[in-house]
């Protein structure tokens, strides 16, 4: 065969190839999954395969998105009809705005009575408003105390504080400072999430984020429980100086071991032992102010799973809504999202398993988890009005004014935009 | 035969040729610009949060904006603060370096390449950076201020310096681009003007003051209506420094642009982020007419 031969007949089988290639490729339908937390996506990611391995005509692309611009890509893409993406990572601070833009899960693939039986308080968390499911639990989160057990040992710290008063003098201890009187490592910083920890305390005075109707923040934001939490944490950067204003970022600052605790959720676990796999850490349950759990102790959410957009095509719909069913009966997967999140598993079943009851984060948890509160949907405006009230606490501001200012913001934006799913005022603490 | 012939013609001709080359381009500006900005005024005409039906308001966001909204002067205060000083400091500092590199000669492209590459670095990464830099206790300029006895200052935590941390990045980040600009300027006075003031006894003070900078006026003025049209339009040194949405602690960074992407992609409420781009534009249209109107250079030589 001459070289003039050959290499013709290597085009025409190249050309071949790829029409089939093509062909074969067209035949398959290609199912986009976003999500923000990358944790969760390498959690997903061997699914995806299986399942394209048990049903060779899907394919996945997935998206790692990050938050801040997660949900207004959502939203431009859906507004002008399209579906950025097939299968969408979900969070339920977003349902107020994603409701109309959501496709129901189908009753067919998804029957109420069997969610109901198979998952934890399904009614309360999942069956929205309008008496439809919009995403799937993947486990209850709530907060707690992270710590870095070299700095514990070393500063020769033994059980974990069980009241704010030892947990005060734990952070004191831990603290260490310059020659100049700055703050080095931090006993404890919060950062972003001073707001949080300040909710938290609130609610184990009694206190509630939300009026009963969801039209503004509830009063006890100024009165004894707002205030004597507020005044808490302001006595630990100002008088006790175990941080300082203007601190490290409370994740990198505990991950490069400037900070010996953190407040933080759960979501944490996961980006910890992604990021520096090799520290040494520890949790325990947010202290109280009696050293007792009731009436409250914190906040939970649920975390959820995935949603579908109405603007994507209705074939790739039927087979999103397919996927997530098998994805659901898949143990190991919902397990290893539960680990990485440090959540309690939304389906009950899986309360019995040994790497939920074992895992170190999970098991501390479940130990706070009947003390907290579901409060519904928590809009993303309140974390926003958060950011200004942290710097108005870090300026020193008085007590009062910084919490009438903080309130006097969310008020206005529940005021244009009130939270409808409001199921605060449903907890009950458990029976001693 | 005569029509084909006619029809060749007109296509074979030069008129055809330059059309066809321009009508992609006119026809994605009237799209993607013209088009775009034509139903941004829509848009602002009505109320829309995405997800919900439109609502014809007629001039209700504007006047929301102009009358109801604390944070819309805020944002308006901000930017000016922002644009009032950042301009002067940006265009005075390019211009003792313009003025100080075009003396150098052969060095002279050196220098320009080092002020320059700044302007061509990713805004993002330049962010993180200077982020460290303004990190209270850890960055390097309060290391620095402190090993000069001075105090721990926090940058973009406290509303009093957060904006001029901003500019402080901002100027260094600009500054390369004017002073490039002022170089083109410079080289475009004839070196005759110098001389002649020179043997006349003018010392550098002078040559600047009387020959340079009167010279140097059309390009003085365009690098103000730029600048100030920029200004003006300030968000990504906010956004990436400062942090989503970028209107920093107790809205200090709070510029217009800033506001209306908020109010856009956090509240999307559609209609007023786009009565707010209006009010904007409508400022920055009577600025630049009254610059031009007031720069009009009359210097001549």
Same mark, same amino acid.
């Given at each position: 065969?001459?070289?003039?031969?050959?290499?013709?007949?290597?085009?025409?089988?190249?050309?071949?190839?790829?029409?089939?290639?093509?062909?074969?490729?067209?035949?398959?339908?290609?199912?986009?999954?976003?999500?923000?937390?990358?944790?969760?996506?390498?959690?997903?990611?061997?699914?995806?395969?299986?399942?394209?391995?048990?049903?060779?005509?899907?394919?996945?692309?997935?998206?790692?998105?990050?938050?801040?611009?997660?949900?207004?890509?959502?939203?431009?893409?859906?507004?002008?009809?399209?579906?950025?993406?097939?299968?969408?990572?979900?969070?339920?601070?977003?349902?107020?705005?994603?409701?109309?833009?959501?496709?129901?899960?189908?009753?067919?693939?998804?029957?109420?009575?069997?969610?109901?039986?198979?998952?934890?308080?399904?009614?309360?968390?999942?069956?929205?408003?309008?008496?439809?499911?919009?995403?799937?639990?993947?486990?209850?989160?709530?907060?707690?105390?992270?710590?870095?057990?070299?700095?514990?040992?070393?500063?020769?710290?033994?059980?974990?504080?069980?009241?704010?008063?030892?947990?005060?003098?734990?952070?004191?201890?831990?603290?260490?400072?310059?020659?100049?009187?700055?703050?080095?490592?931090?006993?404890?910083?919060?950062?972003?999430?001073?707001?949080?920890?300040?909710?938290?305390?609130?609610?184990?005075?009694?206190?509630?984020?939300?009026?009963?109707?969801?039209?503004?923040?509830?009063?006890?934001?100024?009165?004894?429980?707002?205030?004597?939490?507020?005044?808490?944490?302001?006595?630990?950067?100002?008088?006790?100086?175990?941080?300082?204003?203007?601190?490290?970022?409370?994740?990198?600052?505990?991950?490069?071991?400037?900070?010996?605790?953190?407040?933080?959720?759960?979501?944490?676990?996961?980006?910890?032992?992604?990021?520096?796999?090799?520290?040494?850490?520890?949790?325990?349950?947010?202290?109280?102010?009696?050293?007792?759990?009731?009436?409250?102790?914190?906040?939970?959410?649920?975390?959820?799973?995935?949603?579908?957009?109405?603007?994507?095509?209705?074939?790739?719909?039927?087979?999103?809504?397919?996927?997530?069913?098998?994805?659901?009966?898949?143990?190991?997967?919902?397990?290893?999202?539960?680990?990485?999140?440090?959540?309690?598993?939304?389906?009950?079943?899986?309360?019995?398993?040994?790497?939920?009851?074992?895992?170190?984060?999970?098991?501390?948890?479940?130990?706070?988890?009947?003390?907290?509160?579901?409060?519904?949907?928590?809009?993303?405006?309140?974390?926003?009005?958060?950011?200004?009230?942290?710097?108005?606490?870090?300026?020193?501001?008085?007590?009062?004014?910084?919490?009438?200012?903080?309130?006097?913001?969310?008020?206005?934006?529940?005021?244009?935009?009130?939270?409808?799913?409001?199921?605060?005022?449903?907890?009950?603490?458990?029976?001693? | 035969?005569?029509?084909?012939?006619?029809?060749?013609?007109?296509?074979?001709?030069?008129?055809?040729?330059?059309?066809?080359?321009?009508?992609?381009?006119?026809?994605?500006?009237?799209?993607?610009?013209?088009?775009?900005?034509?139903?941004?005024?829509?848009?602002?005409?009505?109320?829309?949060?995405?997800?919900?039906?439109?609502?014809?308001?007629?001039?209700?966001?504007?006047?929301?904006?102009?009358?109801?909204?604390?944070?819309?002067?805020?944002?308006?205060?901000?930017?000016?603060?922002?644009?009032?000083?950042?301009?002067?400091?940006?265009?005075?500092?390019?211009?003792?370096?313009?003025?100080?590199?075009?003396?150098?000669?052969?060095?002279?492209?050196?220098?320009?390449?080092?002020?320059?590459?700044?302007?061509?670095?990713?805004?993002?990464?330049?962010?993180?950076?200077?982020?460290?830099?303004?990190?209270?206790?850890?960055?390097?300029?309060?290391?620095?201020?402190?090993?000069?006895?001075?105090?721990?200052?926090?940058?973009?935590?406290?509303?009093?310096?957060?904006?001029?941390?901003?500019?402080?990045?901002?100027?260094?980040?600009?500054?390369?681009?004017?002073?490039?600009?002022?170089?083109? @300027? =410079?080289? %475009?006075?004839? &070196?005759? *003007?110098? $001389?002649?003031?020179?043997?006349? /006894?003018?010392?550098?003070?002078?040559? +600047?003051?009387?020959?340079?900078?009167?010279?140097?006026?059309?390009?003085?003025?365009?690098?103000?209506?730029? @600048? =100030?049209? %920029?200004?003006? &339009?300030? *968000?990504? $040194?906010?956004?990436?420094?400062? /942090?989503?949405?970028?209107?920093?602690? +107790?809205?200090?960074?709070?510029?217009?642009?800033?506001?209306?992407?908020?109010?856009?992609?956090?509240?999307?409420?559609?209609?007023?982020?786009?009565?707010?781009?209006?009010?904007?534009?409508?400022?920055?249209?009577?600025?630049?007419?009254?610059? +031009?109107?007031?720069?009009?250079?009359?210097?001549?030589?």
């Amino acid at each position: 065969m001459s070289i003039r031969r050959f290499v013709s007949l290597i085009c025409v089988v190249g050309l071949l190839v790829s029409i089939l290639a093509s062909y074969s490729y067209a035949q398959k339908m290609t199912l986009t999954v976003w999500h923000w937390h990358a944790p969760f996506m390498n959690a997903l990611k061997p699914k995806l395969e299986e399942y394209s391995k048990l049903h060779p005509e899907i394919e996945f692309n997935t998206m790692l998105v990050p938050w801040g611009e997660y949900w207004k890509k959502l939203l431009a893409g859906a507004a002008a009809g399209q579906a950025p993406a097939d299968i969408i990572g979900f969070h339920n601070s977003q349902s107020t705005r994603f409701i109309q833009l959501l496709e129901p899960y189908p009753e067919s693939i998804f029957p109420l009575s069997e969610m109901r039986r198979i998952n934890y308080n399904f009614d309360q968390a999942f069956v929205l408003w309008d008496g439809k499911v919009y995403f799937l639990p993947s486990g209850l989160m709530s907060s707690l105390i992270y710590y870095n057990i070299d700095m514990w040992k070393k500063a020769g710290l033994g059980a974990t504080p069980k009241t704010w008063e030892e947990f005060r003098q734990a952070a004191k201890k831990l603290t260490k400072y310059d020659d100049k009187g700055n703050v080095q490592i931090a006993g404890v910083t919060f950062g972003s999430y001073l707001p949080l920890i300040w909710e938290d305390m609130k609610y184990q005075l009694g206190g509630w984020i939300y009026t009963e109707d969801g039209k503004a923040a509830d009063s006890s934001w100024i009165e004894t429980p707002g205030i004597k939490s507020l005044t808490f944490l302001r006595d630990l950067i100002f008088k006790d100086k175990v941080t300082q204003p203007g601190f490290l970022d409370w994740t990198e600052a505990f991950g490069t071991q400037k900070a010996a605790m953190v407040y933080s959720w759960t979501w944490f676990t996961g980006w910890v032992n992604l990021n520096y796999p090799k520290l040494k850490y520890a949790v325990f349950t947010l202290p109280t102010w009696t050293g007792k759990m009731t009436p409250a102790v914190a906040r939970n959410n649920w975390e959820v799973l995935y949603g579908v957009l109405k603007t994507v095509p209705k074939e790739k719909k039927e087979e999103a809504f397919k996927f997530l069913k098998w994805l659901y009966t898949q143990d190991d997967f919902l397990i290893k999202m539960n680990q990485e999140d440090g959540t309690v598993p939304g389906k009950k079943s899986l309360w019995a398993r040994k790497e939920i009851r074992l895992d170190p984060v999970i098991r501390v948890a479940l130990k706070q988890l009947p003390y907290t509160i579901f409060p519904g949907e928590r809009p993303e405006f309140i974390d926003t009005a958060g950011g200004n009230f942290r710097v108005r606490v870090e300026k020193g501001e008085s007590v009062e004014d910084c919490l009438k200012a903080y309130k006097e913001e969310v008020d206005n934006a529940l005021k244009e935009r009130p939270v409808i799913w409001n199921v605060e005022r449903k907890y009950k603490p458990p029976k001693q | 035969m005569e029509r084909i012939r006619k029809f060749r013609s007109i296509l074979s001709s030069r008129n055809m040729l330059i059309l066809v080359a321009i009508v992609p381009t006119v026809i994605f500006y009237l799209v993607f610009s013209y088009g775009a900005i034509v139903y941004a005024f829509y848009l602002s005409l009505h109320k829309w949060t995405v997800g919900e039906p439109i609502i014809f308001l007629g001039f209700a966001n504007y006047e929301k904006a102009l009358r109801e909204d604390p944070l819309f002067y805020k944002a308006l205060w901000n930017t000016f603060y922002y644009a009032v000083v950042t301009i002067p400091v940006g265009l005075a500092l390019a211009l003792i370096l313009a003025v100080g590199i075009n003396g150098l000669g052969r060095l002279a492209t050196v220098f320009r390449t080092i002020y320059f590459l700044p302007v061509v670095s990713s805004l993002v990464a330049i962010s993180v950076v200077w982020r460290w830099l303004y990190q209270p206790n850890f960055g390097l300029i309060n290391q620095v201020i402190g090993a000069l006895g001075g105090p721990r200052l926090m940058w973009l935590q406290e509303p009093s310096l957060a904006m001029p941390a901003v500019m402080i990045m901002a100027i260094w980040h600009g500054v390369g681009y004017t002073m490039v600009i002022f170089l083109a @300027g =410079l080289q %475009g006075i004839p &070196q005759t *003007f110098y $001389e002649a003031a020179m043997i006349d /006894g003018a010392n550098k003070w002078q040559l +600047l003051k009387n020959i340079t900078i009167p010279l140097l006026m059309p390009t003085i003025t365009f690098v103000l209506v730029t @600048g =100030l049209i %920029g200004s003006l &339009q300030v *968000f990504t $040194e906010m956004y990436v420094l400062v /942090g989503s949405p970028g209107s920093g602690p +107790l809205n200090a960074t709070r510029t217009i642009v800033v506001h209306l992407y908020e109010r856009a992609f956090t509240y999307f409420q559609m209609g007023y982020a786009s009565a707010t781009a209006f009010v904007l534009f409508a400022i920055i249209l009577v600025f630049t007419i009254l610059q +031009l109107r007031l720069l009009r250079t009359r210097w001549e030589y």
